[in-house]
């Protein structure tokens, strides 16, 4: 049974038919408030650096109340997906893991409940979002990204051009500064607490931005070249080699659609020269890109100094990932310190400090090996299966879904859950890409 099987469609419908409840349901008032979820997410940072700074440290669940409040409101109507394998055996690890907390690591209460927090609260939000949202919703939702865009880069554009201890640089809280990176600047971070943030978000723009070129008429014209100029502008200004990597793993799966729907590959041809002719033009016109390119060549060059050439250091990224549960498994207890305490926010509120900086070692070090690898075989199973169903829609004729896999699939898999914008963007991104793949698309 795959991740599209477990939503559990309505039976009218014809056997194997990829189509979304929301359909024949209104669901006007939950989409609002996964439209106010979308948005906080994007400007928790805002509010943690610049506006509400001595309310950093509550803002970091600030969408909690609101996820429950969309739970609350689909199981009245009876579309909480209940009946979830995924979500069942998640409960399963988690209580297992909060019950060994208790009993043998004697972890603080806080604590365990932030780890348990993090590592279930928000994900039944996938399985909701690909109930409720139709196909219109998850095209509203690009058109968002693309107008965001700009106004995203400009505020990064400033923390490029700013010095590091500039108001517009802070950290959460309002006090310190973002990481530095080559030639004394920043990594800028955009709305967002941690450049992660910026990140996950232009990764959803080119997505966007790649099916913009491909399918005709799915965005205005207007709105795809803004997005794709405000993302060459971002990538180049932003200080960190990530907002490349991550967004060249959107454009590789552009291989799956080589390999599924060979008469649609002809089609990138524009797309590469469209995004060339808006490089040139930025490069010719724009002095900040120019600039920014200069800083992006010395960060570069640096970096290899010391991990190697972008390939190597891309490739040990994710061996390292990869290898922490064995690493750490070394230098932890056979039950671990008790869940949530591999986290900063969890262990603090326990009265200590952590925080894994491998997400794949944070099972690890909270529940020992031999229950800790549970839940990254559950991150593993969802992902793979969420893969699926995306193929399962490029073989139907519908690709958004796979170019927002890549930008939801390595979060999903592989990002540091206990970090609240990397949390959200798994939850909502995946929830993205699995109403996109099962979705119907009308007729153009």
Known sequence: MNTTETISLPRSLPRGKMTSHAVVTDYAFIKKLIWAYFLLLLFEGALRKWFLPGLSQGLLIIRDPLVIWIYYLCYARGVFPLNNKYLQKCLLWVTLAVV??????QAHPATIAYGARTNLLHFPLIFI????????DV??????FLVLAAPMTWVVAQQFQADAEAIINTAAGGVGSQLETSGGKVRASGTFTFVSGIVFYYCFTVAYIIYGFLVKDSFPKWMIYLGTSATLLAMVTAGSRSVIAECLQVIGCIAFLAYYRPSEFGKIATSVLAFSTLALLLYSQIDLFKEGLDFLSLRFEEAANVEGNPIEAYFKRYTDIIAAPYYYSLFTSFFGNGLGSATRAGAALGGGYGGAELSWSRPIMENGLMIGIFFIIWRLWITKDLLISCIRAVKQGSYLAIFLFGAAGPILLFGILGQPTNLGFAAFGSGLCLAAAISEKKPS
Do not use: C, P, Q, Y
Request: net charge neutral; charged share 20%; no cysteine.
């Open 100 to 105: 060994l907390s208790i009993l043998i690591n």
């Open 129 to 136: 979002m690909a109930r409720v949202l139709t196909w219109e």
């Open 139 to 144: 095209l509203d939702f690009g058109k968002a």
